[in-house]
């Protein structure tokens, strides 16, 4: 949650721009307000201090105001502490406007810092957890108690205050500070992610919370681990153990991320791009991972304990995935990871944890991590970001390749992380080369189906159901957890209330809902269930129901139906697709923004 970004050296000697343009990439990961600090050029007339910019809102097509120079900080933010205002928004200064603070996380001991700097007199103007640290600092370099005249060179030693500073600070967090004095922008990490970029042809360094902030600028990065910290300056990037003020080699690695991953394409939305990039996503998990695949798949059938963890649209892979080890002969166990905790005591060195992220840094899914590997469990993440946490805390990767997923609304990432999934239950019965090949039909057959007809008819569809305040949706076996995403497809997207359900729960109680014109969305396959499902449709079509098929064939239950590529179990990935395109279209016709939904952010670092 929320973005950092800053500059050293900005070649346009426009940094305040190059920030602004670095957050817009950013904006996925909190877009209630966002703010700038620059260091004005030396021809800016009478400068002595940082100047700031603050707005409440998204980004969209703001320009700023700031004068030119060469060095800035930028945030884009979630709220934690403090409401939406500009005086809350990010960057914070301290008294003297010589420090300015960009923080990622939450500062769980800020209050009795509050208090203890307001009784030095330092004055705070926003009601966040984040000020304190601008304050902290100043007081370390430069100490209230200490007449101007006594301080000694040693009391604005800026690196041991911000060290100090961030070691005091209790809480995951990631800040970044920059100083008027020194042009010097420091970055510390601990818990909440952090990447330097460094452009060697143009001699400009880059701080972000991602990369695709500063990939059209460079692809050459370090991916800060927990406790290190940079110290980036007109000379260059040095690396720093946090902790011991050490300084250690900094090591770059390039990255084959093509900008063309992170920038639109031609599409109006991020949204609608990746969800037709998995046409390719697809096809190319089938040839990744299988050294780590087949490594899995031995300790499952060695007798590992599989539980398989995630938070929101990752729980829902999860729970297929426990579908897939059962078609398997495998049993699995699977948690929302925000519920784990009370079960982690029954992890032992026999239990293999499957977590399964985006963006591998899900406060939820790490805190759960961190608790089984206490335990001695084996770690596996499934993770399509790069550099995370997640995968830090891993003995095995699976990293599953799907590029940059900048719409917050999960689509390309879930399937790639499910087809890493379907793989792993396959290799468990030895038939990993059989699930290859039938993942590379699946890739076929989708791209033939995801075209325009299908897209048309999904238009119109939204176009009735545009006014709909609820929406039910049944399935079963593995079409219920189908269902539960395609429902997160459409609250996120369009902020319709959309409701799962497992087929078999419908006569337990929630058949109550259905009345007459409801729409019932139906999910089901050509499988061993498709009989029951049905019976479930015409039982919601008998109280009125206006029942829609998401499914591979047609049936009288159904008043009219979206016809899905017949795929046997994996039949899932294209129901599943039709939410993700239906959530969309509704979306765009309600307002919405497909790209960033309303209070949400894609990585949800805080808990
Ligand atoms: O980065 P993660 O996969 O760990 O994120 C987990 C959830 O926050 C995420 O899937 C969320 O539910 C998305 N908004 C789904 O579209």
Same mark, same amino acid.
């Given at each position: 949650?929320?973005?950092?970004?800053?500059?050293?050296?900005?070649?346009?000697?426009?940094?305040?721009?190059?920030?602004?343009?670095?957050?817009?990439?950013?904006?996925?990961?909190?877009?209630?307000?966002?703010?700038?600090?620059?260091?004005?050029?030396?021809?800016?007339?009478?400068?002595?201090?940082?100047?700031?910019?603050?707005?409440?809102?998204?980004?969209?097509?703001?320009?700023?105001?700031?004068? =030119?120079?060469?060095?800035?900080?930028?945030?884009?933010?979630?709220?934690?502490?403090?409401?939406?205002?500009?005086?809350?928004?990010?960057?914070?200064?301290?008294?003297?406007?010589?420090?300015?603070?960009?923080?990622?996380?939450?500062? #769980?001991?800020?209050?009795?810092?509050?208090?203890?700097?307001?009784?030095?007199?330092?004055?705070?103007?926003?009601?966040?957890?984040?000020?304190?640290?601008?304050?902290?600092? *100043?007081?370390?370099?430069?100490?209230?108690?200490?007449?101007?005249?006594?301080?000694?060179?040693?009391?604005?030693?800026?690196?041991?205050?911000?060290?100090?500073?961030?070691?005091?600070?209790?809480?995951?967090?990631?800040?970044?500070?920059?100083?008027?004095?020194?042009?010097?922008?420091?970055?510390?990490?601990?818990?909440?992610?952090?990447?330097?970029?460094?452009?060697?042809?143009?001699?400009?360094?880059?701080?972000?919370?991602?990369?695709?902030?500063?990939?059209?600028?460079?692809?050459?990065?370090?991916?800060?681990?927990?406790?290190?910290?940079?110290?980036?300056?007109? @000379?260059?990037?040095?690396?720093?153990?946090?902790?011991?003020?050490? *300084?250690?080699? !900094?090591?770059?690695?390039?990255?084959?991320? @093509?900008?063309?991953?992170?920038?639109?394409?031609?599409?109006?939305?991020?949204?609608?791009?990746?969800?037709?990039?998995? =046409?390719?996503?697809?096809?190319?998990?089938?040839?990744?991972?299988? =050294?780590?695949?087949? #490594?899995?798949?031995?300790?499952?059938?060695?007798?590992?304990?599989?539980?398989?963890?995630?938070?929101?649209?990752?729980?829902?892979?999860?729970?297929?995935?426990?579908?897939?080890?059962?078609?398997?002969?495998? #049993?699995?166990?699977?948690?929302?990871?925000?519920?784990?905790?009370?079960?982690?005591?029954?992890?032992?060195?026999?239990?293999?944890?499957?977590?399964?992220?985006?963006?591998?840094?899900?406060?939820?899914? !790490?805190?759960?991590?961190?608790?089984?590997?206490? @335990?001695?469990?084996?770690?596996?993440?499934?993770?399509?970001?790069?550099?995370?946490?997640?995968?830090?805390?891993?003995?095995?990767?699976?990293?599953?390749?799907?590029?940059?997923?900048?719409?917050?609304?999960?689509? =390309?990432?879930?399937?790639?992380?499910?087809?890493?999934?379907?793989?792993?239950?396959?290799?468990?019965?030895?038939?990993?080369?059989?699930?290859?090949?039938?993942?590379?039909?699946?890739?076929?057959?989708?791209?033939?189906?995801?075209?325009?007809?299908?897209?048309?008819?999904?238009?119109?569809?939204?176009?009735?159901?545009?006014?709909?305040?609820?929406?039910?949706?049944?399935?079963?076996?593995?079409?219920?957890?189908?269902?539960?995403?395609?429902?997160?497809?459409?609250?996120?997207?369009?902020?319709?209330?959309?409701?799962?359900?497992?087929?078999?729960?419908?006569?337990?109680?929630?058949?109550?809902?259905? @009345?007459?014109?409801?729409?019932?969305?139906?999910?089901?396959?050509?499988? #061993?269930?498709?009989?029951?499902?049905?019976?479930?449709?015409?039982?919601?079509?008998?109280?009125?129901?206006?029942?829609?098929?998401?499914?591979?064939?047609?049936?009288?239950?159904?008043?009219?139906?979206?016809?899905?590529?017949?795929?046997?179990?994996?039949?899932?990935?294209?129901?599943?697709?039709?939410?993700?395109?239906?959530?969309?279209?509704?979306?765009?016709?309600?307002?919405?923004?497909?790209?960033?939904?309303?209070?949400?952010?894609?990585?949800?670092?805080?808990?």
């Amino acid at each position: 949650m929320c973005g950092i970004f800053a500059v050293v050296n900005d070649k346009t000697n426009n940094a305040a721009q190059t920030v602004l343009t670095g957050l817009k990439k950013l904006e996925y990961r909190g877009y209630d307000s966002w703010g700038i600090a620059i260091k004005p050029g030396r021809s800016t007339e009478a400068v002595d201090r940082l100047q700031v910019e603050k707005h409440i809102g998204k980004i969209g097509e703001a320009k700023t105001n700031l004068p =030119k120079g060469k060095i800035a900080i930028g945030h884009t933010r979630w709220a934690t502490h403090g409401g939406v205002t500009d005086e809350n928004a990010h960057p914070h200064l301290d008294c003297h406007q010589q420090i300015a603070v960009i923080h990622n996380g939450i500062v #769980e001991n800020y209050l009795e810092f509050k208090e203890e700097l307001i009784k030095k007199t330092h004055k705070f103007s926003s009601e966040t957890d984040t000020e304190v640290i601008a304050h902290l600092i *100043e007081e370390k370099m430069r100490p209230s108690v200490i007449p101007s005249e006594e301080r000694s060179d040693e009391s604005r030693n800026l690196e041991k205050a911000v060290f100090e500073t961030f070691n005091s600070l209790v809480g995951s967090n990631a800040i970044g500070v920059i100083d008027f004095e020194s042009e010097t922008i420091i970055a510390c990490r601990n818990g909440s992610p952090l990447v330097v970029g460094v452009d060697e042809k143009n001699h400009q360094f880059f701080l972000g919370s991602d990369v695709p902030a500063f990939l059209k600028h460079t692809n050459r990065v370090h991916f800060l681990d927990d406790g290190e910290a940079v110290v980036i300056t007109k @000379q260059g990037v040095k690396l720093f153990n946090v902790k011991s003020g050490q *300084e250690k080699k !900094l090591i770059l690695q390039q990255l084959d991320w @093509q900008l063309e991953d992170a920038e639109k394409g031609g599409f109006p939305h991020f949204l609608l791009k990746e969800i037709m990039e998995q =046409k390719e996503t697809i096809a190319k998990i089938a040839s990744i991972n299988e =050294k780590e695949i087949l #490594e899995i798949a031995n300790l499952i059938r060695q007798g590992f304990r599989t539980v398989l963890i995630g938070c929101g649209t990752a729980s829902y892979c999860a729970l297929a995935g426990k579908y897939f080890f059962a078609n398997t002969g495998f #049993e699995s166990q699977t948690y929302g990871a925000y519920e784990f905790l009370p079960f982690s005591q029954f992890a032992n060195n026999k239990t293999l944890i499957i977590a399964i992220s985006q963006s591998g840094e899900t406060a939820d899914t !790490l805190i759960a991590v961190r608790a089984a590997k206490k @335990q001695g469990a084996k770690i596996v993440a499934v993770v399509n970001s790069r550099g995370s946490t997640l995968e830090r805390l891993a003995d095995i990767v699976l990293s599953v390749g799907a590029g940059p997923e900048i719409a917050v609304v999960s689509t =390309k990432a879930f399937t790639a992380q499910l087809v890493t999934l379907y793989l792993l239950a396959e290799a468990t019965s030895n038939k990993y080369e059989p699930g290859k090949k039938k993942i590379k039909e699946l890739s076929k057959a989708l791209h033939n189906w995801l075209n325009k007809q299908l897209t048309n008819r999904l238009i119109d569809l939204a176009k009735e159901l545009i006014d709909q305040e609820h929406i039910y949706l049944i399935g079963k076996h593995l079409n219920y957890p189908a269902t539960l995403e395609f429902a997160l497809k459409l609250k996120e997207s369009s902020y319709i209330h959309a409701e799962p359900f497992a087929a078999g729960e419908l006569k337990h109680g929630v058949i109550t809902l259905i @009345q007459k014109g409801t729409p019932c969305f139906v999910l089901a396959s050509n499988d #061993e269930v498709k009989g029951e499902i049905l019976s479930s449709a015409a039982e919601l079509k008998a109280r009125g129901g206006r029942i829609i098929g998401i499914a591979p064939f047609n049936s009288y239950e159904f008043n009219e139906v979206i016809q899905t590529p017949d795929l046997g179990e994996l039949t899932i990935f294209a129901n599943i697709i039709v939410g993700q395109l239906l959530g969309y279209y509704l979306g765009v016709g309600r307002g919405a923004d497909p790209d960033k939904p309303r209070n949400l952010a894609k990585s949800v670092t805080v808990k």
